[in-house]
């Protein structure tokens, strides 16, 4: 059984359709990864899968570990083993990172019956984690992203992915505005994450990243749809073809 | 009677308004009357001015620039009257839910007068005198004061700061007074246990008024904190208009707590003004969860030169509460800066009102004013009104004020449902984040414990009521944003 199955997938936002049929099948241990042209999708197709509202879903179904994944909300994707990595994480001040993420593995716990984790156990873990994402402990009691540099924000991200274990994790431009430093280090943090059990969709606009975290698929979404499959090489070619045949008509005979 | 056809509406009012005082007047008697033989001179002379100065007046209404946004025409209308004497049965066992963790001592007050059985005064700290303030003066009269007890000082302090001209409850509260608490902290003391307040309303089935009077006098170079707590027992309306007056000497560090949790039918006016001598450093928090209708006056006056002054506030409300918070900071000498943070959560039908006027006397160059109001609506039917007032008078100042209101945003909501925490629990987190701020800036360990105990309590009963737990809206039409400098 593949982990998550997307089939005919339709989406809006304010009556606009922006997902128009999108299909992609993703098995456990493969990472995916998707490209595209800004305003083609990719973040929506993020966010309908991380359940956020905002999105209509008209067409399709989503089947995650053979759930049902549009039935859930948010938090019960998230329990599920959906993990989105945002564009932009929000600041929230007031809640320390620490509490946070605890708070959230408990949840995470809880749903699946599991003991709460204490400080004891938590805090080795996420010191160990911390390391290896090269972030400094003392932002462990600062308020969640608040002032947080963009790399900062993209680390805390996959600190978090690191944390919660989810199965599936989805990648959401979290390399737009890294330097070559951060970008190495949310690399290392994700590839350090692959495993045969857990599968990662990384939504990018440029080739950048796919050097250092080597896809087994890539994706190009154009105007809500997937216009083209491939291996990893037809990220190295859309990087010299860029995207203009596809910012025409979505529909033509697409260059070998 | 021939007045009557043209001045008849007129005259009609001015006998129902001393109608309504009948209750005052008569307790004012009744005050007098116990306190002839025992009060000193100047005593009866500071009642006879609060009392003549609210005879002439009577209580604001809304017409009343600094009264605009809080109606008590009903409560005024209410004929509270003074507790019959006795303990009205309660034993120890009835307050102890309301004990502080950690405190140097409890001084609790029923129905606003000393309850030596209540009480936890045994093994004070060094340098700490607390005292039932009619016991103090009654000591102070006779000279039978305990040894290392100066209940002398306190006609030094009393009543010379609240403003009985102006403000017409400190007038009423200087005229009725019975008790409250004496506290005396000595020169480089540093008490490090709060001194944990307890004024107790018990009706047991009648409209209670009390006027609680606290005097705070810490000398130089010393160091306290206090919490002066109102709570109720049973569900009668009670009206406490309490005063406190705090006179903290050079380089004297005070926190000062008001906790507000009494029931919803309780009318509570409290009153701290401050007077601060050089280089003193003076925090007070305002955590306004319970009450009806609550008033809550902060009003220092930096009178000495660099002195520094923490205005902290968090006001809670839902159902029909009004919660009114009227801050006057007054700089009156070089180099003083002053913080002013006051988060208000209001759901459902309730009210909130921050009032912030910072004045900047001529002399008072180089001082830094900050103000800083935020608001989370949770209903469409909430309301704030907040008001900034700067009134400078010195041309090398730093001030500034902003305020905003709002709703729990959707884009936090989601981050957090996102990571696995169901919708209610990330509302209730980021409810708690926005009341925590107060306590960040609260240092006393005990103190700040109780505080945060207090807060999540009434965050989660706010949780449980199906106001708070439906989705917020779209952006509120009437919320305003805006952001000074001047």
């Keep these: ?256 | 009677m021939k007045a009557m056809t043209a001045e008849g509406g007129n005259e009609r009012s001015m006998i129902e308004a001393t109608e309504r005082l009948e209750n005052y007047l008569e307790a004012y008697g009744e005050v007098r009357a116990e306190g002839e033989k025992r009060e000193p001179v100047w005593l009866k002379q500071l009642r006879e001015d609060g009392w003549s100065r609210f005879a002439a007046k009577g209580f604001p209404t809304t017409h009343d620039e600094d009264w605009r946004f809080t109606n008590i025409a009903a409560r005024v209308r209410t004929p509270f009257r003074r507790a019959a004497m006795g303990d009205a049965g309660l034993t120890a066992k009835a307050i102890e839910e309301f004990r502080v963790a950690g405190a140097a001592c409890q001084i609790v007050f029923l129905n606003g007068r000393f309850s030596p059985a209540l009480s936890e005064m045994e093994n004070l700290p060094k340098g700490l005198e607390v005292c039932a303030l009619a016991r103090a003066l009654d000591c102070g009269a006779t000279g039978c004061a305990p040894e290392g007890c100066a209940p002398e000082g306190i006609e030094q302090h009393l009543g010379r700061y609240a403003d009985v001209r102006r403000d017409m409850f400190a007038a009423l509260n200087t005229a009725l007074w019975e008790d409250g608490a004496y506290l005396r902290i000595r020169r480089g003391a540093v008490i490090q246990q709060p001194v944990h307040l307890l004024y107790v309303s018990a009706g047991a089935g009648s409209e209670i008024m009390t006027n609680p009077r606290t005097l705070i006098v810490a000398e130089e170079s010393s160091q306290a904190a206090v919490i002066e707590d109102y709570v109720s027992i049973g569900a009668e309306a009670a009206f406490s208009n309490a005063v406190t007056e705090l006179a903290a000497g050079q380089d004297a560090v005070v926190s000062h707590f008001l906790i507000e949790r009494e029931n919803l039918a309780a009318f509570n006016v409290s009153t701290l003004r401050i007077e601060q001598a050089k280089g003193t450093n003076i925090a007070t928090h305002s955590i306004l969860l319970g009450g009806g209708v609550v008033r809550n006056n902060v009003h220092p006056v930096l009178a000495g030169e660099g002195a520094e002054c923490l205005i902290n506030g968090l006001y809670v409300g839902a159902g029909r509460q009004h919660l009114d918070n009227y801050m006057l900071v007054e700089h009156a000498q070089p180099h003083g800066s002053s913080r002013q943070f006051y988060n208000g959560i209001l759901a459902d039908e309730a009210r909130g009102v921050f009032h912030g006027r910072i004045v900047v006397h001529k002399d008072a160059q180089r001082t830094d004013a900050k103000q800083t109001n935020r608001n989370l609506l949770l209903s469409d039917n909430a309301r704030i009104d907040t008001k900034p007032q700067l009134e400078i008078h010195a041309d090398d100042v730093k001030c500034t004020h902003g305020a905003t209101i709002g709703q729990i945003e959707e884009e936090p909501l989601f981050y957090l449902r996102a990571r696995g925490l169901d919708e209610a629990s990330a509302r209730n987190l980021l409810l708690y984040a926005f009341a925590a701020e107060c306590l960040d800036r609260m240092k006393e360990p005990a103190a700040k414990e109780f505080a945060e105990k207090l807060i999540a309590d009434r965050l989660i009963k706010l949780a449980r009521s199906k106001q708070a737990a439906a989705p917020a809206g779209s952006l509120d039409e009437d919320g305003q944003n805006w952001e000074e400098v001047g």
């Design chain 1, 1 to 256: 059984m593949a982990l998550l199955e997307i089939q005919d997938l339709h989406a809006s936002v304010d009556g606009n359709e922006i997902l128009k049929g999108v299909n992609l099948t993703i098995n456990a241990g493969e990472v995916h990864s998707i490209m595209g042209p800004n305003g083609s999708g990719k973040s929506t197709l993020a966010q309908v899968l991380a359940r956020r509202d905002a999105y209509e879903v008209t067409r399709g179904r989503v089947l995650f570990n053979g759930k049902d994944l549009l039935e859930m909300k948010p938090e019960d994707a998230a329990c599920e083993g959906v993990f989105l990595a945002f564009q932009y994480p929000v600041e929230i001040p007031g809640i320390g990172n620490a509490y946070f993420l605890r708070s959230a593995m408990n949840a995470v716990r809880k749903y699946h019956g599991q003991d709460e984790l204490d400080a004891m156990d938590f805090l080795p873990l996420y010191k160990e984690r911390l390391k290896l994402l090269e972030m400094d402990e003392k932002l462990m009691n600062r308020s969640v992203n608040e002032g947080f540099s963009g790399g900062e924000k993209k680390r805390n991200e996959i600190l978090q992915m690191a944390m919660l274990e989810p199965k599936m994790a989805i990648l959401d431009e979290t390399d737009s505005g890294l330097d070559i430093d951060a970008l190495r280090i949310v690399a290392q943090g994700v590839n350090a994450m692959r495993s045969p059990e857990r599968a990662f969709l990384v939504i990018t606009h440029y080739q950048r990243l796919l050097d250092y975290i080597t896809p087994d698929f890539v994706h190009v979404l154009v105007d809500g749809k997937i216009a083209r499959s491939g291996g990893a090489e037809l990220a190295l070619e859309l990087e010299q073809t860029g995207y203009g045949w596809a910012e025409g008509d979505a529909q033509q005979v697409l260059p070998a």
